[in-house]
């Protein structure tokens, strides 16, 4: 089954929207990432659907104002985590080394992660290889001291998400992320990532492209963004995807 990961963002404004878009989206396969905020009552009400956070922070406690801890988000009925999405990466200035330690702390604490990698649009003008180069580098990084775990395959999924596509409504070419996703697995094919791992695309997913990127069979599922907003076009997505 492909992995539906939905990621709500900075929305909506309201609990009482958060649970009504989520009884829309409580089905088998979905993912949902609500606001920090709504978590709790998100992983009560869901049926069906698994939920996650869209960030953590990789102390358990302390004076870090504003963020939560991996066992927080457990407490709250959470079993994935979101980490290194381009958006924290660009506005909060979060750097490999910050990314890699929120990943050793979801995994200690047994929660779900997807990596989120990705090149800027400077590097992928220069082509795929380098986009090939800019993502093997993130993978390094932010993978670095995972050995210590023993890592089972359903627990890290990664995220390929082209900065340059994301929010733009210009998606990527479904055949050079397939690329992308066969190169990511490759890079992780030996140890100590586990074998076989599930990779996703992510930017400007919709209704009209979301067929074409999962055609190929290299990518295991999407990471969907402002799609995940809109009912008709999230119907229109079900429906394609038969969920």
Not at 111 to 131: D, M, N, Q, T
Request: aromatic content about 8%; some cysteine; charged content about 30%.
């Amino acid at each position: 089954m492909k992995i539906i990961a939905l990621n709500w963002k900075l929305n909506p404004e309201t609990e009482k929207e958060a649970l009504s878009l989520l009884g829309f989206s409580d089905r088998k396969g979905v993912l949902v990432f609500p606001p920090s905020i709504f978590l709790a009552e998100i992983a009560r009400k869901a049926k069906r659907a698994e939920v996650g956070a869209q960030n953590i922070f990789w102390e358990e406690g302390g004076a870090f104002t504003g963020e939560i801890s991996p066992s927080m988000v457990k407490d709250a009925g959470v079993q994935w985590v979101l980490i290194g999405h381009s958006e924290r990466r660009r506005y909060f200035d979060e750097t490999d080394e910050m990314i890699n330690k929120k990943i050793l702390a979801a995994l200690h604490a047994d929660l779900r992660v997807i990596l989120c990698v990705g090149e800027p649009l400077e590097v992928r003008k220069k082509g795929v290889s380098s986009a090939k180069k800019f993502v093997a580098y993130q993978l390094e990084n932010d993978l670095r001291g995972i050995k210590n775990f023993k890592l089972k395959i359903k627990n890290l999924v990664v995220a390929y998400e082209p900065i340059w596509a994301i929010g733009t409504g210009k998606a990527d070419k479904p055949a050079e992320s397939a690329e992308m996703a066969k190169f990511i697995k490759e890079t992780l094919s030996s140890k100590p990532y586990p074998p076989n791992p599930k990779v996703l695309y992510g930017g400007s997913v919709n209704a009209k492209n979301i067929a074409a990127f999962l055609r190929p069979g290299e990518i295991d599922g999407v990471l969907i963004g402002g799609a995940s907003l809109k009912r008709e076009e999230l119907k229109r997505i079900f429906g394609i995807l038969k969920i």
